[in-house]
C-alpha cells in the first residue's frame, strides 16, 4: 500500500537562494548500463534527504545512505548524494514526474536539514 503524499514543500522552501525549478536541477538520462534510466543533480550543494522521503512514499529498503522506494507503482533506488535510479520503466514523462516529486520533498542544501 503506497503512502500518500501529506503535503508537497518547494525547493525554494528548503534551499531559499534558489531561484530555479525542480525540472532545472536534475538530468533524466539512460545509465551507463542501459538497463534503466537514472537522474542526477547538476548542482553539487544539493543533496536528499531520504528521512523526509521515508515520511512520505513506501519503503521498500532503507539504509542511512540508500533507500529503495515506490512512487506511483515504480520502484526507485534513492542515493543520498541525489541520484535516483529507475527499475523496470521506460515511461521518459512518468519518471520525469517522479523526479519530480522525489526532489520536491527530499531535496536540501548539503549542511542543512
Known sequence: MSKNLKK???VLDNAPALSKT???LFILSKCKTKA???TRLK???YKLDLKKLVKEFEVIMETPIVLVIKV???ELTAHNFGELLFRGCDNLELMQKIAEKVYQIGLVEKGKR
Do not use: C, L, M, R
Open 72 to 74: 506511483d507503482d515504480i
Open 43 to 45: 548542482f553539487q550543494q
Open 8 to 10: 508537497t514543500t518547494s
Open 22 to 24: 525542480i525540472k532545472e
Open 36 to 38: 534503466a534510466y537514472s
